[in-house]
C-alpha cells in the first residue's frame, strides 16, 4: 500500500511539473523566454503576447510603434505628450472652436470664424458706464463754476455709437462732484457690435445751463474696435487736461456686458 501511495505522489508531481512547462514556456535560464528584454516575433512575442519584451525593445528608438503597446502616455519619447484632452473644459493652445466646440465653443454673441471666435454683428450689448473721474479745475486751471460762487462740475455724457452724427444717448452724472458713480442711468441698451465697432465716442459736457451754454469738457473717440470690449473686461478712457484745445482732464470707467 506504501509503495503505492509514493508512486500516485510522483505521477501528481510529474503532472504538475509538465503542466507548468506547459504554461509558462521554456525555463528562465532558457533563450527566448518572455522576459528576457528581448522582443522576438518569430517565436510570437508581441505587444499582445509579451509586452514587457515588446515596447521595451523599441520605446526611446525614436519611433513610434503602436504595434509594439507604444502611446503616448507609455512611451512619450517616441509618441510625444498626449497633451490637454478635449472635453476637459479648457481650451488648450492645440484646440479651437472647430476642433474642440465642447472646450472652445462661442459664448452668446460670438460666431467661429476660421476656428476663432468672433462678435456676431448682429448681436446686441449694453454698454454701461462704471465710473467718472473729472480733474479738480477745468482745462484753463480755474475752479469749476468760480463765475457763480464754485462748486464742483456738473457733468453729463453723451455717447454716440455707430457714427459721429449719430443721435447721441445722455448719461447724466451727480451735480457738483468730481468723482461720480452712477446708480443708475449709466447704460445704454440694445447696440449693434457691428454699429460698435464702426464708431464709439463718449462726450463729456459741463453744464451751466441756465446762465450760460454748457461747457465742452472732453471728447473720447476710439479709431478701431478692441475684442476685450465684447469679453466684458473694463476700458479706461482718459482725456488729458489741455488748455490749448480747452480740454478739460476726464476719466470713464466702461464695459460692455450681454
Given at each position: 500500500m506504501k509503495s503505492r501511495i509514493t508512486l500516485c505522489l510522483l505521477f501528481v508531481h510529474g503532472v504538475i511539473a509538465a503542466l507548468s512547462l506547459a504554461l509558462t514556456g521554456c525555463p528562465n535560464n532558457a533563450p527566448g523566454f518572455c522576459g528576457d528584454g528581448l522582443c522576438r516575433p518569430a517565436e510570437s512575442e508581441s505587444a499582445l503576447t509579451c509586452?514587457?519584451?515588446?515596447?521595451?525593445a523599441s520605446c526611446g528608438d525614436g519611433s513610434c510603434s503602436p504595434g509594439n503597446g507604444e502611446s503616448c502616455a507609455n512611451c512619450p519619447g517616441d509618441c510625444?505628450?498626449?497633451?490637454?484632452?478635449?472635453?476637459?473644459?479648457?481650451?488648450?493652445?492645440?484646440?479651437?472652436?472647430?476642433?474642440?466646440?465642447?472646450?472652445c465653443g462661442c459664448r452668446p454673441g460670438f460666431f467661429c470664424s476660421a476656428a476663432a471666435c468672433e462678435p456676431d454683428p448682429a448681436a446686441t450689448w449694453t454698454l454701461v458706464i462704471d465710473?467718472?473721474?473729472?480733474?479738480?479745475?477745468?482745462?484753463?486751471?480755474?475752479?469749476?463754476?468760480d463765475f457763480i460762487g464754485g462748486g464742483?462740475?456738473?457733468?453729463?455724457?453723451?455717447?454716440?455709437?455707430?457714427?459721429?452724427?449719430?443721435?447721441?444717448?445722455?448719461?447724466?452724472?451727480?451735480?457738483?462732484?468730481?468723482?461720480t458713480s452712477f446708480s443708475s442711468g449709466n447704460r445704454v441698451a440694445n447696440l449693434r457690435a457691428d454699429a460698435l465697432e464702426r464708431?464709439?465716442?463718449?462726450?463729456?459736457?459741463?453744464?451751466?445751463?441756465?446762465?450760460?451754454?454748457?461747457?465742452?469738457v472732453c471728447l473720447l473717440t476710439y479709431r478701431a474696435p478692441d475684442l476685450t470690449w465684447f469679453e466684458m473686461r473694463s476700458q479706461t478712457a482718459t482725456c488729458v487736461a489741455d488748455a490749448s484745445r480747452r480740454v478739460s482732464g476726464m476719466t470713464i470707467v466702461w464695459h460692455l456686458e450681454r
Open positions: 509586452a514587457s519584451d515588446c515596447m521595451a510625444g505628450g498626449c497633451g490637454t484632452p478635449c472635453g476637459d473644459g479648457v481650451c488648450a493652445a492645440t484646440e479651437s472652436c472647430s476642433s474642440c466646440p465642447g472646450d465710473s467718472l473721474r473729472i480733474d479738480p479745475t477745468d482745462y484753463s486751471g480755474a475752479a469749476w463754476d464742483g462740475p456738473d457733468p453729463y455724457i453723451l455717447v454716440r455709437v455707430g457714427a459721429a452724427t449719430a443721435a447721441p444717448a445722455r448719461i447724466t452724472g451727480r451735480a457738483d462732484s468730481l468723482s464708431h464709439l465716442s463718449f462726450e463729456m459736457l459741463e453744464d451751466d445751463q441756465p446762465l450760460t451754454a454748457d461747457d465742452g
